[in-house]
């Protein structure tokens, strides 16, 4: 998946740990050739001012400032570099946090091999393509693409599986209509789809969403509107 990738990516790598940081910065010189490391947050802003990295991958717990600080000051004059956030902790006060900065990925330890490359390749993604895995649906929701999270006034709306699916094909489709059929192949892609099913499931996601995000146009399909 990243072997393709554009190798001139500037990668900021912050952690504390030495052989966790020493690990990591291994693995990714097998993709990356411009990689810049800091044992701390403080050494990492004066590293983000001299290279100006495209990628930031940055611990939170560290010592004289944490990775969400740390973070949050790049924020307040940068919002396009891409940030994978690591931690130890699944705490949501975190995740709310991270979504709260935008453009964040957020990891929890041990990290995945493949987390961590998926992690990287929606960060390269966004840099080529100008986009933000954090969609605004409205003055208070948020849609986290790539945490998979709904969150509508800091606070996470549980979605099921189905609802789920037909949310993000909708937001990937957003500038039309999705076909029954795509809805079909997507959300039921395991099963035949009834119509009372998809209207279970189309009322079930509006009545977590604001009340005329999502229309219709019959004999089409749905299509929510941003």
Known sequence: MLKDINKNIKILYVEDDDIT???????????????????????????????????????????????????KRIREKDKKVQVIIVTAFSDKDYLFKAIELQLVKYLVKPIKEKELEEALFSCVNSIENDSSNIIKLDKNMLFDIYNKTLLIDDEIIKLRTKELLLLELLLKNKNRYVTYNEIENIVWFDSAMSKDALKTVIKNLKSKLSKDLISNLSGTGYKIEL
């Open 21 to 71: 940081r020493e690990n990591a910065i291994e693995y990714l010189e097998n993709y990356f050739e411009k990689i810049y490391e800091a044992n701390n947050a403080i050494t990492a802003l004066k590293l983000y001012e001299t290279v100006s990295p495209d990628i930031i991958i940055t611990d939170i717990q560290m010592p004289k400032l944490n990775g969400l600080e740390f973070v």
